[in-house]
């Protein structure tokens, strides 16, 4: 199914097509998605989830706190369930053995975008949805500090250069990046990774002229044809299979940019790095719970070639989002500048007598004295200063940090 007839400016256009493919087993989900965008216009605590499971009330979320919602009074069956994954996912395209879990997105305008896990569970089938941002987020819209977003808009160069000859010769404005390099981002499901990395690609593709690809599963926000910069965008399972396939496609289409997902086994993060030295710059994201964390295991699988890491490690960027009855949902960031010669000095400087990582761990987080490393602490006091985030939600952000996370306060 073509999921881009959703995504025209004519907002009834777009809603008579998604209802018409729904068809009459599958109007009760888009009325499901009219009754969460009417509640995300009225209320301020947003609903963030959707849980869905055959013959059950459909409950909502706000960050994984579920409530029956009662304003929507269908029960989908089995059969209505299974209708969707089969008209927006993988259903059919699955061996039977295989249909028990799918990922998809959809995209409808004036309705929303949603990524939506569909699954079988010892109950039945059921599925769980992700509220996404309609629009891809800009830059200036991610609550950064404003030495990250300086240090990130450096990676991009500009020119003036000219082009044709004799009466059409003229001289046009482009903008590249100057080298490549690694970033990840790490954190918890639904802490805002996907949404800050779409802003970082997004300001690339407007600033910049070169070639951007990613590879996602699912594809959570659609860049279109505006940017200056075009944004190939391939889904893992439909348009790729695999992490092998995506390092193969992407060495031969040799993008300025690309994102690659998740990097889970060491063959991942090798291929990751490696890519990222031979000249593109590699988003991608690890496992892991803060950006200490996330050093200790790249620089796990390069104890040996600490150079080989140290030169293309850029940044590791660390999420959590808390939801305070008082603020609503409150982003944190940490951030660690691996690409600085504090801490690339260190990574390389191993031996039996120095541990890098207990230093960068001791100076950056215990004495907090390395300018490269902001811990999630240091940005709340970055955010109460600039008034961004109030006194009493700082002072209960910092004791629930130190209680659940147990870091560097």
């Known amino acids: 199914m073509d999921k881009g007839k959703y995504l025209y400016e004519d907002i009834e256009e777009c809603r008579r097509r998604f209802f018409d493919d729904l068809g ?19 209320t301020k605590h947003k609903v963030t989830d959707v849980l869905i499971m055959e013959n059950s009330t459909v409950r909502v979320a706000n960050v994984k706190s579920y409530v029956p919602l009662y304003e929507f009074k269908h029960k989908p069956t089995r059969e209505e369930i299974i209708h969707i994954a089969r008209a927006f996912g993988r259903y059919d395209d699955m061996r039977e053995e295989d249909r028990k879990i799918d990922d998809f997105s959809i995209h409808v305008a004036g309705l929303g975008a949603y990524r939506i896990n ?18 891809v987020p800009k830059l200036e819209d991610i609550p950064y500090p404003d030495f990250y977003k300086k240090w990130f808009k450096s990676l991009m160069a500009k020119e003036t250069i000219e082009i044709g000859g004799g009466d059409s ?7 590249y990046v100057k080298e490549g390099g690694l970033i990840v981002h790490v954190g918890p499901t639904g802490s805002g990774k996907t949404t800050s990395m779409a802003a970082e690609i997004n300001y690339l593709a407007e600033e910049g002229n070169g070639h951007i690809i990613t590879y996602e599963n699912p594809i959570e926000y659609r860049f279109g044809n505006e940017t200056r910069a075009p944004v190939r965008q391939y889904e893992i399972g439909v348009n790729v299979k695999d992490f092998d396939e995506i390092v193969r496609h992407l060495t031969r289409n040799n993008p ?6 998740e990097i889970r086994e060491k063959h991942e993060i090798r291929a990751a790095v490696e890519l990222a030295s031979k000249g593109h710059l ?10 200490m964390e996330a050093l200790t295991v790249l620089h796990t699988h390069f104890k040996d070639e600490p150079h080989m890491l140290a030169s293309t490690l850029k940044a590791i960027v660390a999420h959590r989002l808390f939801s305070m009855e008082e603020a609503g949902f409150v982003p944190l960031y940490e951030f660690m500048m691996v690409d600085t010669p504090a801490i690339r000095s260190r990574l390389v400087s191993s031996s039996k007598d120095r541990n890098p990582l207990k230093e960068i761990q001791t100076e950056g987080y215990v004495n907090m004295s390395m300018r490269e ?22 002072a209960r952000i910092k004791a629930l940090l130190n209680k659940e996370m147990h870091l560097s306060i």
């Open 256 to 261: 300025n940019v690309a994102l690659v997902g």
């Open 282 to 291: 590699i988003f991608a994201t690890l496992h892991a719970n803060n950006a």
């Open 118 to 135: 569909f699954s079988k569970d010892s109950d039945g089938v059921g599925m769980t949805m992700r509220v996404l941002s309609f629009n």
């Open 169 to 175: 010769r003229r001289k046009i404005d482009v903008g």
């Open 24 to 42: 009459r087993d599958g109007e009760w989900f888009g009325h499901l998605l009219e009754t969460v965008r009417t509640i995300n216009l009225r």
């Open 373 to 394: 490393i902001m811990p999630f602490k240091g940005y709340v006091d970055y955010m109460t200063m600039r008034k961004k985030i109030p006194s009493n939600v700082s």
